[in-house]
């Protein structure tokens, strides 16, 4: 007999099994493996176990390798679980719907945002004849249109008048927050009233690049003082918008307190798992409009769901006649999808990068690295000069090049301006957090070479915030940058508004250097030069997301570090989440459109 491997099921898998069962008063033992298996697919970023996608991988297909009885075939399978009092009627702690199984909770969340995206999706705003007309003129002044050609950003702008819930997706260059900037200012001058708009985005990072993307925009508009000042200049992370309630997973702002805003745009929704993006759809009055921006493509929440993904799958940019009538109204002719094809109106994708032109290797590598064409993503390499690969046996003499050229010269610029520019210009972004090729080893090996003295903190040492500190206003994923202020004494200093703010090392809440970042850390992130590095092995955890976000962190020039081999299998494999949420929202439309 084989022995067996060790179980990757932990202790609260199995008791969330033993206490549901009991609560239900069932002794069947599929149920309580089913159960198992869901709690570990719920540590997987899954928000359900879906019966059929389970059993294609491991280790719900190889459960007898574990001493554990194997899972039937789906059909069979879904057929026992189906005649058990587990249905969403039957206020079970879990849910068997369409063939996955649910923690009741998580079936609740996809429920409501379901019936909120269906419910919002069918309701559009009257416009008068007046409205329309100067909609149609100010969406002719913001964008400009070439004659025969769709300019996706106008037509973005068209759905978010229309729509009092809209979706933008674009990769890096697509020009979102320039299009969203004039989204606001159209939704602003159109109004009787001044507008209340909320800016907000997952992490403290991504929100504050959004406040700077929009301020930006802003001023180069030439908007009149009553349509700029209702543009907010600031960005609050979700957290905080929805107000935090210490020591608490409830917010202050809920369906009895919603936020008091007439406008709610969050960007970097990839980065927004189901449980917070269900939270903030019950904070949100009924007449809020809301605008949500992000790249599909990138990496899911590292929690559970792909709440951005799920809500833009589909055929994109293929409307329903209604939707098109209404775009016409506005000068927008686009041809409506067939009678009985699926549309999606709740999605705009810009699809032109300015970043990443034809002749730009980052863009030609991201788009082969999508479409998991191993041999084209290997072999773009030769064929543009913004790409380099470097094979795993170079890579130390390498770091010690990238050591003297980016690095060190951090601490030997002449202000803290000049450092942090530095700083941009080079990141190396890692796949995973532990190993030799992993963020720890690399950032300890880095900081060995760098501050040969030892001490806690040295100049130009770059620092990154783990953990919340309300009072100070740090964030977890915030970049901060050790460097003397007029006195000669060592101050972090982090990005504002206007300028810096320094904080005093010691009142730094948990912190690490950070030369080297995880790339699901990097998310909202742009630097000029990026490396890639590639674990020394195949690794699960590597998967074309993964790879997609990394590389799309650059600006300007891409080195992939490690074997062909790993990258190889990295692009092959493909992130995927089990939910039903996609579903349930067809479901909702559907049942709405044939009242």
């Known amino acids: 007999m084989s022995e067996l491997l060790p179980s990757p099921f932990q202790a609260v898998d199995r008791q969330l099994a033993q206490e549901v069962c009991q609560l239900l008063k069932i002794d069947d033992a599929?149920?309580?493996?089913?159960?198992?298996?869901?709690?570990?697919?719920?540590?997987?970023?899954?928000?359900?176990?879906?019966?059929?996608?389970?059993?294609?991988?491991?280790p719900y297909?190889?459960?007898?390798?574990?001493?554990?009885?194997?899972?039937?075939?789906?059909a069979q399978w879904q057929a026992h679980l189906e005649q058990l009092p587990i249905r969403p009627e039957h206020n079970a702690p879990v849910v068997f719907y369409q063939g996955r199984l649910y923690l009741r909770r998580y079936f609740q969340f996809e429920t409501e945002l379901a019936s909120f995206i269906a419910s919002h999706e069918n309701r559009q705003p009257a416009l008068t004849s007046e409205t329309l007309k100067l909609a149609r003129q100010l969406l002719g002044e913001f964008f400009s249109t070439e004659p025969g050609q769709t300019n996706w950003q106008q037509v973005a702008a068209a759905n978010a008048l229309l729509s009092s819930f809209t979706t933008i997706i674009g990769g890096p260059g697509t020009g979102k927050t320039y299009t969203v900037t004039r989204i606001l200012a159209l939704l602003a001058m159109l109004s009787e009233t001044t507008l209340k708009i909320r800016?907000?985005?997952?992490?403290?990072?991504?929100?504050?690049?959004?406040?700077?993307?929009?301020?930006?925009?802003?001023?180069?508009?030439?908007?009149?003082?009553?349509?700029?000042?209702?543009?907010?200049?600031?960005?609050?992370?979700?957290?905080?918008?929805?107000?935090?309630?210490?020591?608490?997973i409830h917010f202050r702002h809920n369906r009895e307190n919603p936020i008091d805003a007439d406008v709610v745009l969050v960007d970097e929704v990839s980065m927004v798992d189901l449980p917070l993006m269900t939270r903030f759809i019950r904070a949100l009055k009924p007449e809020t409009r809301v605008i949500l921006l992000g790249d599909a493509d990138q990496l899911p929440s590292v929690a559970a769901g792909s709440v951005l993904a799920d809500i833009t799958s589909g055929q994109r940019q293929q409307y329903s006649a209604k939707r098109c009538a209404a775009l016409k109204?506005?000068?927008?002719?686009?041809?409506?999808?067939?009678?009985?094809?699926?549309?999606?109106?709740?999605?705009?994708?810009?699809?032109?990068?300015?970043?990443?032109?034809?002749?730009?290797?980052?863009?030609?590598?991201?788009?082969?690295?999508?479409?998991?064409?191993?041999?084209?993503?290997?072999?773009?390499?030769?064929?543009?000069n913004d790409l380099r690969w470097v094979p795993d046996d170079q890579f130390d003499a390498q770091l010690n090049d990238w050591l003297r050229q980016h690095i060190q010269p951090i601490a030997q610029q002449g202000s803290v301006n000049e450092a942090y520019a530095k700083l941009q210009q080079f990141r190396l972004l890692c796949a995973t957090r532990e190993g030799e090729r992993g963020v720890k080893e690399l950032n300890e090996r880095i900081t060995r070479l760098v501050n040969t003295e030892r001490t806690p903190f040295f100049k130009g040492q770059p620092v990154m915030v783990t953990q919340n500190h309300y009072g100070l206003k740090l964030y977890n994923g915030d970049i901060g940058l050790l460097w003397p202020n007029d006195e000669g004494h060592l101050m972090v200093w982090f990005e504002a508004e206007n300028g810096y703010r320094a904080v005093t090392p010691g009142r730094l809440p948990a912190f690490e250097t950070v030369y080297a970042m995880t790339i699901h850390k990097t998310q909202g992130s742009e630097f000029d030069h990026v490396v890639v590095v590639l674990p020394g092995e195949k690794s699960s955890l590597l998967n074309r997301e993964l790879i997609y976000t990394g590389l799309t962190r650059a600006k300007l020039t891409v080195t992939v570090v490690g074997a062909a081999t790993v990258w190889q299998q990295g692009v092959s494999q493909r992130v995927e989440r089990w939910a039903g949420l996609s579903e349930q929202i067809a479901e909702r439309l559907a049942a709405r459109n044939t009242k």
Do not use: W
Not at 64 to 74: H, L, M, V
Not at 208 to 225: F, G, P, T, V
Not at 357 to 384: I, Y
């Open 329 to 384: 109204q506005l000068g927008i002719n686009l041809p409506a999808a067939a009678e009985g094809q699926a549309t999606l109106d709740r999605v705009t994708a810009l699809v032109h990068s300015r970043r990443f032109s034809e002749h730009s290797g980052v863009g030609a590598l991201a788009r082969a690295v999508l479409a998991g064409n191993c041999a084209a993503s290997t072999e773009v390499f030769a064929q543009f």
């Open 30 to 58: 599929l149920l309580r493996q089913s159960i198992m298996a869901m709690s570990f697919a719920l540590q997987q970023g899954h928000s359900c176990l879906a019966l059929h996608s389970c059993l294609q991988e491991s």
């Open 199 to 248: 800016l907000a985005a997952p992490t403290g990072k991504a929100a504050q690049r959004l406040a700077e993307s929009i301020r930006q925009a802003k001023a180069n508009m030439n908007l009149d003082m009553i349509t700029a000042q209702s543009i907010p200049d600031e960005a609050a992370t979700l957290h905080r918008l929805l107000g935090v309630i210490p020591n608490s």
């Open 61 to 74: 297909r190889t459960m007898a390798e574990y001493g554990f009885e194997s899972f039937p075939p789906a």
